[in-house]
C-alpha cells in the first residue's frame, strides 16, 4: 500500500504527464481509500486521500472524489479524529 501512496503522491505533483500515468490505477487507488476505511486505517486513508485529490478533481472523476473523501469522513467520525 505504500508503493501506491508514494506513487500517488509523486505522479499527482507533476500535473497532467503524472495523471496521464495514474489514470489506470484510479479504481485501485480508490479501492485501496475503501479498503483503508474498512480497517479504519486513519494515516494511510488520509495521506492517500490528499494523494489522489487533486489528480481526481482535474481529471473529472468527481464520483470518485466523493467516495475518497466520505470514506475518510467516516473513518474520521468513527475514530473521532
Known amino acids: 500500500m505504500t508503493y501506491f501512496q ?5 505522479l499527482s505533483q507533476q500535473g497532467a504527464e503524472g ?3 495514474l489514470t489506470p490505477e484510479r479504481n485501485h487507488l480508490v479501492q485501496l481509500v475503501k479498503e483503508c476505511g474498512d480497517r ?3 494515516e ?3 495521506s ?3 494523494a489522489v ?10 464520483l470518485d472524489r466523493e467516495i475518497v473523501w ?3 469522513l467516516s473513518t474520521a467520525r ?4
Do not use: K, P, V, Y
Not at 508514494?6 to 509523486?10: G, I
Not at 468513527?78 to 479524529?81: D, E, F, G, R, V
Open 6 to 10: 508514494e506513487q500517488a503522491e509523486t
Open 19 to 21: 495523471f496521464i500515468q
Open 40 to 42: 479504519q486505517d486513519w
Open 44 to 46: 494511510r486513508i488520509s
Open 48 to 50: 492517500l486521500a490528499w
Open 53 to 62: 485529490d487533486n489528480f481526481l478533481d482535474r481529471q473529472g472523476h468527481g
Open 70 to 72: 466520505a470514506t475518510a
Open 78 to 81: 468513527s475514530l473521532n479524529n
